[in-house]
């Protein structure tokens, strides 16, 4: 059995049931305890079990991988989202962006476009030192940092402070990430950084979602907002029917990301 069939047979062996033995799987499998021990930490890494001793457990609403694991995975799909999401923009505008994987993509792909002798500065404010940092590769963009609590989970700030200090700026555009998409919104894990998303939406005239095709359908624990204010969807991948139902009965724009992400 190859690793990547084993890796499903676990996968449905935790739908079955909350956690499996490590024993049982490789008795099952034909394989060695080792090798499922390896294959187990490989998911762990990845975020979709959790480790335990001699075994493995269902990843649990409301959990998610670490940023460094997230950017290491689905990169050439983010690239071509944070590609397309640059024609959404202008270059003399107010931009909020928050912590994530994709809006980092987002970031990196913009300070390599914004041309060195625009008149005014692109303003990004964002709550992410991932963010901030990508962003300092360009001399015109100017970048705010949001004080408030770190996490270092994904390297971002949120909290009273941060939340005050977005308020006292108004934004054109909102560009946000997500932990999961389903037909009633959008949903995210942590709690700080869900009421950064909501506080960036609340002081932009517009909201652009960068969503890879993995979120549809995943519900994380907390919601962050309605499909009905979503202005804008970048995804690599067109979703399912009914997706495109709901995103045309909430006024969504979707915008599919295609061709190279080179």
Avoid at 103 to 126: E, G, R, Y
């Amino acid at each position: 059995m190859k690793k990547n069939e084993r890796h499903q047979r676990i996968l449905l062996e935790l739908k079955a049931r909350p956690t499996v033995r490590i024993s049982e799987l490789a008795e099952e499998f034909g394989v060695t305890t080792e090798t499922v021990r390896r294959d187990v930490d490989e998911m762990s890494r990845k975020g979709l079990v959790d480790r335990m001793y001699g075994g493995a457990a269902v990843n649990p609403l409301g959990s998610e991988p670490t940023f460094d694991v997230r950017e290491g995975t689905f990169r050439q799909e983010r690239t071509r989202i944070a590609k397309h999401a640059l024609s959404l923009v202008k270059f003399d505008e107010v931009l909020m962006v928050d912590a994530g994987s994709t809006t980092t993509a987002f970031a990196a792909q913009l300070a390599a476009s914004v041309p060195d002798n625009v008149p005014n500065k692109l303003t990004i404010i964002t709550n992410s030192i991932s963010v901030a940092r990508a962003l300092g590769a360009s001399k015109s963009i100017r970048t705010v940092l949001c004080p408030g609590d770190y996490t270092s989970h994904d390297a971002s700030v949120s909290g009273p402070a941060t939340l005050a200090f977005l308020r006292q700026f108004n934004a054109n555009t909102a560009i946000i990430g997500s932990g999961g998409v389903t037909i009633e919104g959008v949903t995210d894990v942590s709690p700080g950084g869900c009421w950064v998303k909501r506080t960036m939406m609340e002081r932009a005239d517009r909201l652009v979602l960068l969503a890879d095709r993995r979120k549809f359908g995943n519900s994380q624990a907390e919601v962050v907002c309605s499909l009905d204010q979503i202005d804008d969807l970048v995804t690599d991948e067109e979703p399912s029917q009914d997706f495109l139902d709901s995103f045309y009965t909430a006024n969504v724009k979707v915008s599919i990301a295609s061709g190279s992400a080179v």
